[in-house]
């Protein structure tokens, strides 16, 4: 456990030291307790490169992705949901408050909305869907789902990082289900996953940027 | 307004109020969570949020989580406009000594 900062406790700062006390304790407090956006990011925009390239890859060579290739595509995004979760509790941890509760209700949307998927992509291959259409339905209302939790959690906790994801993943799923199948996997892989990717780079360089600002 | 807070303007406690002044309205952190953000020891924080609580800037609620003894920790309306205060006081400072 380290004290260095409380060595200089009794010494008062100047205005200007004492201000940028103030915003780096304030950068602290939003590194301790937020998500970071990067790591998401990044995660997600692995799982999504790779699944859905192994996916098109997949339907290309057979017609319609294998069960090898959804195994993979499932395990990635499990992946990427199990670090999301883990990584968002524990920022989360250790703090209560109406905002706090807002984050479990969030989540807990997350959990009714992915809960009910399965069964809607289902009624409509009972309702007679081909392959095709119940590969694009299962993408779009994926990216539907995500698209619109991103948005409504970025308006809610006022994290423009969120409201920008949340963005690009449903104009995403237009695009990717107007482009038909099997070219829908390969634009979810390289605008979503490649976009995600591209965004997580972004972010980097600005909070490279930011701390190298606070430095001077 | 010219004068500095002096509860507020010592860097220890400056540190503890910027940092529950940052969590949001009706929120509260844990000792454990404000000790890991702020890392200091759990005596040098204690000491300085018992000023902090004298001077009714800092409200704490005792409460156990199964059996294990949870403090929760935020500012009260008091400590906010106090923390309001001081960083207007800081600026009207800069600003004076800029022109």
Known sequence: ?216 | MTELDTVIHAPARLRVVSTLAALRAGEEITFAKLQKLLDMTAGNLSTHLRKLEDAGYVRQTKEFAGRRPVTYLALTTDGRRAFEDYTTTLQDLLRGAGS
């Open chain 1, 1 to 216: 456990m380290s004290t260095a900062p409380d060595s200089r406790s009794d010494h008062p700062l100047d205005p200007a030291a004492s201000l940028d006390l103030i915003a780096e304790s304030q950068r602290r407090v939003r590194r301790g307790t937020e998500p970071d956006c990067r790591l998401i990011c990044l995660v997600w925009g692995i799982a999504w490169a790779v699944g859905y390239l192994v996916l098109w890859t997949s339907a290309r060579a057979l017609g319609v992705p294998g069960v090898v290739a959804y195994v993979v595509f499932g395990t990635l995004l499990a992946v990427a949901v199990v670090v999301t979760i883990v990584h968002s509790a524990r920022r989360a941890a250790g703090t209560r408050g109406p905002g706090h509760r807002a984050t479990v209700l969030w989540g807990a949307t997350w959990f009714l909305a992915f809960g009910v998927y399965p069964f809607v992509i289902a009624g409509l291959g009972r309702a007679g869907a081909s392959d095709d259409v119940t590969g694009l339905a299962s993408n779009a209302l994926a990216c539907v789902i995500i698209g619109v939790m991103y948005l409504t959690g970025g308006a809610s906790f006022g994290d423009r990082g969120l409201f920008v994801l949340g963005a690009w993943i449903l104009l995403t799923g237009g695009v990717a289900t107007m482009a038909g199948m099997p070219a829908t996997y390969l634009v979810m892989a390289t605008v979503g996953g490649g976009g995600f990717l591209a965004i997580t780079v972004v972010w980097q360089v600005l909070h490279l940027r930011r701390r190298a600002g606070a430095r001077r």
